[in-house]
């Protein structure tokens, strides 16, 4: 439904370049239009046991999820797993996550080189960032899910154990990685 950030790698930097000029960057849908999805797919699936927000823009707006969360609960009342940016955790997002179910947050750390999740990644986000919000987020006994990549044009082998060492310091629960797949027409 849409991204702010144009990381080399991604599709939606795809996306965001061919829509430019035709609409709105990003999309959102109510929070009514979310919780009557899920109702539905619970008549559909009703033994799923988790709910995954695929969607890395999903706590980008702190007054729909304040909104979203307690009804999630009332509702839905499943454990879920959401993925994001560090940049939107912060105690009272956190604690909202806990409360209503949230067990895991996914983040793509990418790399534990700065300088190159900076000008290969086009992802600007500083270990110093990933790890204040890993604190945040085992405060509340929430799981942290991270991908990297491996094997990226200039990475070396200090490169691939600084990787490993930021998923140390986040206290990584659930580590995964994979190596770079360049899609068609994307930056990278």
Partial sequence: RGCLFNCSFCINEVFNRMYRGKG???RQKSVDMILKELRSARE???GAGTIFFADDLFLSDKKFYAEFAPRFKAEINLPYLINGFP???DDNVARLMKESGC???AVGTETG???KRFNIFKKRIKNEEF???AK???KYGIQI???SIFVYPGETFEDALSTVELQHQMGTDHPFSSYLIPYPNTEI
């Fill in 44 to 46: 559909i699936q009703p």
């Fill in 145 to 147: 899910y991270t991908s």
């Fill in 103 to 105: 067990d895991t947050f």
């Fill in 131 to 133: 790890i204040r919000m």
């Fill in 87 to 89: 940049f939107y955790i």
């Fill in 136 to 138: 945040i987020l085992k």
């Fill in 24 to 26: 709105k960057r990003l």
């Fill in 113 to 115: 080189n700065e300088e």
